[in-house]
C-alpha cells in the first residue's frame, strides 16, 4: 500500500535563508511524486513533480526537490525564503506501476518564514 | 481561463439529510478526482473518474457516498444520512488525460460540509 510522510507538523524559517520540507514515501512500485501548496483561503496547486529522470526537479516559485530512491525521500527546497512561502506544503504519491490514479496525500507541513 | 469550480462553497446540514456536491472541471479535463480533507489533515482519495467511468471507488467510506459524472464533464459526490463524522472539506480535482497518472491536478476550492 502507499504511504507518505511529512514528518515535521510546522517549520520555522528567517526570510532569506533556505529551508526544506521533508518527505517520504511508501510505495511497491514506481512513485510519481508530486509537492503541492495551499495558501489560505485558496485551492492546492500544483509546485512541482518527479516521474522519471533527473533526480533534481524544478518548480513553480523557485522551489525544488530532489528525489532519493535510496532514502524514499522527495524533500521540497528553496534557497532563499520569501515571506509569501508562509502556506502549508503537502507531499503526495501515486503508484507508477498499477496504471492507477490513486493519490496518497500527506498530512501537511505549515511553513512560517518570518522576516 | 476558468479553473475548477464547486458548490456550494459551503453547506449546513442537519444528521440524517442528504447532501449535494457540485464540481465542475476545467474544460477538457479527462480525469476527475474526488476527495475528504478533515481539519488538520491531508485530503484523502475517495473517487476516481475517466471520462463517465467511475474507475477507483475505493477510497469511499461507507455505501452512503455515491458519485457520478454522467456525460463526462460536471460530477456531483452525494452523501445520504448524513453523519456528524461526514464534516470534512471536499475537494475536487481534475487533470488533462486520462492515460498518465504523472499529470498533476487541478483543484477546486472546496465545498466545507458541517454536520450539526
Redesign the interface.
Known amino acids: 500500500a502507499q504511504s507518505?510522510a511529512q514528518p515535521e507538523d510546522q517549520v520555522n524559517v528567517a526570510e532569506g535563508n533556505p529551508l526544506t520540507v521533508k518527505c517520504t514515501y511508501s510505495v511497491s512500485g514506481n512513485p510519481?511524486l508530486?509537492w503541492?501548496v495551499q495558501y489560505p483561503n485558496?485551492?492546492?496547486?500544483?509546485l512541482l513533480?518527479y516521474?522519471t529522470g533527473d533526480n533534481l526537479v524544478k518548480g513553480s516559485y523557485g522551489f525544488e526537490a530532489e528525489f532519493n530512491k535510496s532514502q524514499t525521500s522527495f524533500h521540497l527546497k528553496k534557497p532563499s525564503a520569501l515571506v509569501s512561502d508562509s502556506a502549508l506544503y503537502?507531499c503526495?504519491v501515486?503508484d507508477?506501476n498499477t496504471?492507477?490514479?490513486?493519490?496518497?496525500?500527506?498530512?501537511?507541513t505549515r511553513l512560517f518564514v518570518k522576516a | 481561463g476558468a479553473g475548477v469550480s464547486q458548490s456550494p462553497r459551503y453547506k449546513v446540514a442537519k444528521r440524517g439529510q442528504d447532501v449535494a456536491l457540485r464540481c465542475d472541471p476545467i474544460s477538457g479535463h479527462v480525469s476527475l478526482f474526488w476527495y475528504q480533507q478533515a481539519l488538520g489533515q491531508g485530503p484523502e482519495f475517495l473517487t476516481y473518474f475517466q471520462n463517465e467511468a467511475q474507475l477507483d471507488k475505493s477510497g469511499l467510506p461507507s455505501d452512503r457516498f455515491f458519485a457520478e459524472r454522467p456525460e463526462g464533464s460536471v460530477s456531483t459526490l452525494k452523501i445520504q444520512r448524513t453523519q456528524q463524522e461526514d464534516s470534512a472539506v471536499y475537494l475536487c480535482a481534475s487533470s488533462l488525460t486520462g492515460t498518465s497518472g504523472g499529470n498533476e491536478q487541478f483543484f477546486g476550492p472546496g465545498t466545507r460540509l458541517t454536520v450539526l
Open positions: 507518505v510519481y508530486f503541492y485558496r485551492g492546492l496547486q500544483f513533480k516521474i503537502f503526495a501515486r507508477g496504471g492507477g490514479f490513486k493519490t496518497i496525500f500527506g498530512a501537511g
